[in-house]
């Protein structure tokens, strides 16, 4: 069974700091999205990540993705209460039809 | 632009009763999904339908039945709602898993 842990789980930070989320496997995957979601809305994306080593940014966002495709994470600088949501990773592999999903980060930025 | 469209946006049921929930998209993609999302567990795989006329179980696929109607509507039904279906519910669409695009979830009570 592939895994996508994502941690933290939770993280409530002040506005104008940084900070970084993970997503980690064993498994190797051909891509890996993160989406984030919104209360009472479905996930968006934000990026997808094809390539070992891939670093993209997305204004204060920075996603990179593992060397061995095996991991991402996600960086972001001065936070804003805009960024508040719940941030998903998912990993692409196999028959290309479907995604394995991680439990998601839900991040608060406090004003 | 209205992408993925599902409804009812919110249900109560009572143990035992049927619902069907629906969607459709007009973004003309050949993959449909229903998800389920619950606390701290991320987003789990129900069933899929690749292309129109296929059906696939997902990660957790008893108690729902699903029907891949035309290239547009892809609708889940539980025929004997139990209180273990207590979630939010929702319907995507993609090309491949490339990107998924998510309909505005389904929040369902079973009493």
């Known amino acids: 069974t592939q895994l996508l842990e994502q941690s933290p789980q939770f993280l409530s930070i002040q506005e104008g700091e940084n900070l970084t989320v993970y997503c980690n496997s064993s498994?190797?995957?051909?891509?890996l999205q993160w989406y984030r979601q919104e209360p009472g809305e479905g996930p968006v994306l934000l990026v997808t990540?094809?390539?070992g080593g891939e670093v993209k940014k997305l204004k204060r966002l920075t996603f990179q993705f593992g060397d061995a495709r095996k991991d991402s994470s996600l960086h972001i600088t001065a936070a804003q209460p805009g960024d508040t949501g719940l941030y998903l990773c998912?990993?692409?592999?196999?028959?290309?039809?479907?995604?394995?999903w991680g439990a998601g980060t839900k991040l608060i930025i406090k004003p | 632009n209205a992408g993925v469209t599902q409804t009812p946006k919110f249900q109560v049921l009572k143990t035992g009763q049927s619902m069907t929930l629906q969607c459709a998209q007009d973004?003309?993609?050949?993959?449909m999904y229903w998800y389920r999302q619950d606390p701290g567990m991320g987003l789990r795989l129900i069933y899929y339908?690749?292309?129109?006329?296929?059906?696939d179980k997902g990660e957790v696929p008893n108690g729902y039945n699903v029907s891949r109607l035309n290239k547009r509507e892809f609708s889940l039904r539980l025929e004997s709602a139990a209180p273990s279906q207590t979630s939010v519910y929702f319907c995507?669409?993609?090309?491949?898993?490339?990107?998924?695009?998510f309909g505005s979830g389904t929040q369902l009570s079973v009493l």
């Open positions: 990540v094809v390539t």
């Open positions: 995507a669409s993609s090309e491949f898993a490339k990107r998924m695009f």
């Open positions: 998912a990993g692409a592999w196999g028959s290309n039809y479907q995604l394995i």
């Open positions: 339908s690749a292309s129109e006329g296929t059906t």
């Open positions: 498994s190797v995957f051909s891509s």
């Open positions: 973004m003309n993609h050949n993959s």
